[in-house]
């Protein structure tokens, strides 16, 4: 008897548009796949969330070929990462288990096992948030991040002194991941929780992370800003630079603090505009 494949719906994207990862924020993609940066596999939870993504997605950018595709082997994820390497932020390496560095290091070493959540460190994104926290003082802080992903951020926030980091994710293949991470980390302490960021009450936080898509920042604006506690801020990124003034104005009585960009990928951080008297 022959075993049974698993295949994964997915769509091969390519010349990649500037707004695609804002434009799939109103889909079910459970992974992307940057094999260039021209040239993206998406993957969805189903087939047939793949074929309302690509019926729209054709209509939005007609420049783009945009073709479905079935990979199969659930092992995907693990090949095509197998080759990835450690990445260096400031002080911070994120490294896979199989290139951890050896002896003493004075840099901060995180172990993130690739995997199909996002937040290996190789997206700007990721590195772009890691930069923003060692530029926050952490002692002592609390710390959500929304949307883990793979709990890098929320393992991060921990090691640089958080008192308490909670990582959620409305995927809950992602949670799972991110306390396999958590298990590799074994000097970090963090809560990971399978929750819905507009409908959770995990309390506010000192700092709050939010590395989701442009559309998603805009659309959750008002909660996000909810889970801030006084004095806190609040880390913005998966934003790209043509959607910076449309995020910024979802939040208007905050001030940037911090402003970082790599490859027109954006990292913000905001706090509350002081009240004038």
């Known amino acids: 008897m022959n075993d049974v494949v698993r295949s994964w719906p997915a769509l091969d994207i390519r010349p ?26 998406v993957f969805f939870g189903s087939p047939s969330e793949r ?11 007609p420049d783009t070929s945009i ?3 079935d990979v199969p082997d659930e092992n995907w994820a693990a090949r095509s990462q197998a080759s990835l390497r450690a990445v260096r932020v400031d002080n911070i390496i994120v490294a896979p288990p199989w290139d951890v560095p050896a002896g003493p290091t004075n840099e901060l070493v995180i172990v993130i096992q690739p995997s199909m959540g996002f ?18 003082n952490m002692a002592g802080r609390t710390v ?3 949307g883990t992903g793979s709990g890098v951020l929320a393992i991060t926030a921990s090691l640089l002194g958080a008192s308490r980091s909670v990582g959620i994710d409305d995927d809950a293949d992602a949670i799972t991941a ?7 980390n074994p000097q970090a302490e963090a809560t990971m ?3 819905d960021l507009r409908a959770t009450d995990v309390g506010a936080a000192d700092v709050v ?9 805009i659309s959750a604006a008002l909660t996000l800003q909810d889970f801030v506690a006084r004095g806190g801020s609040l880390v913005l990124s998966g934003l790209m630079s043509v959607e910076e003034h449309d995020v910024l104005a979802t939040f208007p009585t905050w001030s940037v603090e911090h402003r970082s960009e790599e490859d027109e990928w954006l990292c913000l951080v905001l706090e509350r505009s002081p009240v004038r008297t």
């Open 16 to 41: 990649v548009p500037e707004l695609l990862q804002a434009a799939l924020v109103d889909y079910d993609a459970s992974a992307v796949d940057e094999r260039s940066p021209d040239d993206w596999r």
């Open 51 to 61: 074929d309302r993504a690509a019926a729209a997605l054709k209509l939005e950018f």
């Open 67 to 69: 073709e479905p595709v």
């Open 119 to 136: 937040g290996t460190g190789h997206h700007a994104t990721t590195r772009l948030c890691i930069d923003a926290l060692q530029r926050l």
């Open 144 to 146: 959500l991040d929304v």
């Open 178 to 184: 991110a306390r396999e991470n958590l298990e590799l």
């Open 193 to 195: 929780l399978v929750a």
């Open 209 to 217: 992370i939010a590395n989701l898509t442009g559309g998603l920042l």
